[in-house]
């Protein structure tokens, strides 16, 4: 059984079909990258499968259980987290704050054991901080942990969404333009961590304008135009797709 | 002005500040997990106070006043069940219109239950004409309390928001809503949260004030109108800046008493709150980005 099943998912937006009946599969621990010009549905693909949009139409399975339909907050629950094209941390907190945010799904202490500082709720505290240090020492920014998290450039801003994004624990990670206005050593940086996270077995959905960061870490591509899948396989067979390669460079005899 | 005066109308200031304070922290809370401003705030105080006052009739005040707190707490919680969760895709203007509707729907109701009688709690420790006796300035025990219990709820709130889970979710939805889905927070769990717990210390201060201020029916609408102007004067959303706002709003009015008749003490807020809107809009410690008001 497939991991991630995308079943016919559609959305649209006035007359503006931005998702047409998509259709996928993701097998677990695996990266799979969506590619496709701008407009092409992309992020909007990601808002259906993360529950920030509803879909009009389709389906979404984790392990075989649906998740279309549930509210953000539970489609997190079952273990997916994303970030952002726009990187959207918490302002006004700490680095490590960010990513113990991340932590509060994993922790069961309520609002009264909180207040009342039980020694289950510090012991908790204590794995969530700890827990949330390891995963920046892991990307390499634990020495800037106690930084106010949006005073930081704009490439450490996305690493540190990424610690955010896997202190939830998730199975599959949605990544919505890693590299996007990253210089190439950041690029680089951002491909070695993707190879890290698989490496924690968790599953990898990709979006990417960067074909050289897409080729190399992808094991699958799903390609996109106009709201609807165009082509899907391994990187080197969508190198040579005829299609895709009208897609991006236009008619023409190229 | 001989300093035992200067020092009692300091006193005066102060206390009448960390009220105005508090219903502050209250608009903050609310504001930071949506965006709105609750206009019924000053209504919590004097639901607290009524409920406590009624309850006093047949049970030791410390249990009316948890009492009350309790309730009110309740009654905000149905609140935002009732009237804000269901808003399918509100905008910040409608529910603030909400809460102007609820705010004159609390008080109407209030009048039919307990009238339009004045009453108070009886003071905590010793009585209307105990005082103590500081550096030749004298006040009341109560001030004593309410200055402690301002200072305890702050002290709560700065722990809470800091080191409690559920603090930080709070401060993860006013800061990034989007974000904090993804991360698994139930915002309009949190949401109601915050409304239970702005209610819980509305109606405790609503409380401790009692036996000075007196609680009628309608004496939310003013301790509203200051509290807002605190909010304003701090920076929205900034409970430190709502400390020191309040502190100061309190000491300008109880100084202008010896200067100005008592009537004009009212427009010395008013006269603030204009100031404030032309000059600093984004308030004392506001941050400039901040003062777009989120979605206003």
Redesign the interface.
Known sequence: MNFLEVKGLSRSFGGLRAVQEVSFSVEKNAIKAIIGPNGAGKTTLFNLISGALPPASGQVFISGSPIHGLPPHRIARRGISRTFQNIKLFSRMSVLENVMIGRHIRSRAGFLAAMLRLPRTKAEEREIRETSMDILSLLGIGDLADQEATSLPFGKQRVVEFARALATEPDLILLDEPAAGLNIHETAHISEMIMKIRRRGITVLVIEHDMSLVMNISDEIVVLSSGKKIAEGAPAAIQKNGEVIRVYLGEGDA | MPFEQLLQYIFSGITSGSIYAIVAIGFNIIYNTTGIINFAQGEFLMLGGMTAISLHSFMPLPLAILAAVIITSAVGALIDFIFIRRLKSPSVLNMVIVTIGLSIMIREIALHVWDEKVRSLPYFTGSEVTSINIMGAYISPQVLWVLGVSGVIVAFLGV?FR???????M??CA??I??????????KNMVT?SFMLSAAIGALAGCVISPITQTQYDCGTSLAIKGFTVAILGGLGNSTGAVIGGIIIGLLEAMSISIMPLAYKDAISIAILLIILFARPSGLLGKREAAGLKEF
Do not use: D, V, W
Request: glycine letters at 8%; aromatic letters at 8%; proline letters at 0%.
């Open positions: 809470f080191f409690t889970l559920t603090g930080r979710s401060r993860a800061s990034n989007t974000a904090a889905r993804l991360c698994g927070i139930n915002t949260i």
